[in-house]
């Protein structure tokens, strides 16, 4: 089956780095995409960005252009998600979901998000 | 960018009750790339609709989607216990997967 495991909570300090990571099982994991989705407490969700898995192409939300990088090691199966330069307001879940992606210039996607991972606390605090 | 609004706010009904949820949009988005998920305190997201109208796997039948353009609306048709909880749509057809903010589905 198809399944999304997530890292363990994360406590950062204002300016640092947190990176995520996000392994896959149960499919071919090239053969889609693996899209990131922030929770703040009390919230709705806000869509970050998404990755192909089958050759790297990324396509970021506009607001966290410049700090966000989303990767994947196919040789694991596990995507990574790294923001950097951390607010109080990335204090959230970070979840990861399953989705079908393609396009070189801009990447779409093709699909729903129909599979998540459980969500990864990350708290931004002095 | 494409805006999801979603409306009412909260919905406060009883169950065996009938859910009608809406999701309006900035400018129109394909049916096939509107999707309705649910969302428990304390759980990820859970796909519901796709493609507009498509209920996705092992979702029961009492939840129903439609629409197009611009409007898009989720329907369940009988409230049931477990289905009291937040309810999301997305577009994912454009190059990003912008959500509305939310309806929370309440017990009266």
């Known amino acids: 089956q198809v399944q999304l495991v997530q890292s363990g909570a994360e406590v950062k300090k204002p300016g640092a780095s947190v990176k995520v990571s996000c392994k896959a099982s149960g499919y071919t994991f090239t053969s889609y995409g693996i899209s990131w989705v922030r929770q703040a407490p009390g919230q709705g969700l806000e869509w970050m960005g998404w990755?192909?898995?089958?050759?790297?192409?990324?396509n970021y939300a506009q607001k966290l252009q410049g700090r966000v990088t989303m990767t994947t090691d196919t040789s694991t199966s596990t995507a990574y998600m790294e923001l950097r330069s951390l607010r109080s307001d990335d204090t959230a879940v970070y979840y990861c979901a399953r989705v079908l992606v393609g396009g070189v210039v801009v990447v779409a996607a093709t699909s729903p998000f129909d599979y998540w991972g459980q969500g990864t606390l990350v708290t931004v605090s002095s | 960018e494409i805006v999801l609004t979603q409306s009412p706010g909260t919905l406060s009904l009883s169950p065996g009750e009938r859910a009608t949820l809406s999701c309006r949009a900035s400018q129109s988005v394909s049916s096939s790339y509107l999707a309705w998920y649910q969302q428990k305190p304390g759980q990820a997201p859970r796909l519901l609709i796709y493609g507009a109208s498509s209920r996705a796997t092992g979702i029961p039948d009492r939840f129903s989607g439609s629409g197009s353009g611009t409007d898009f609306t989720l329907t369940i048709s009988r409230l049931e216990p477990e289905d009291f909880a937040v309810y999301y749509c997305q577009q994912y057809g454009s190059s990003t997967g912008t959500f509305g903010q939310g309806t929370k589905v309440e017990i009266k």
């Open positions: 990755i192909s898995a089958y050759n790297g192409n990324t």
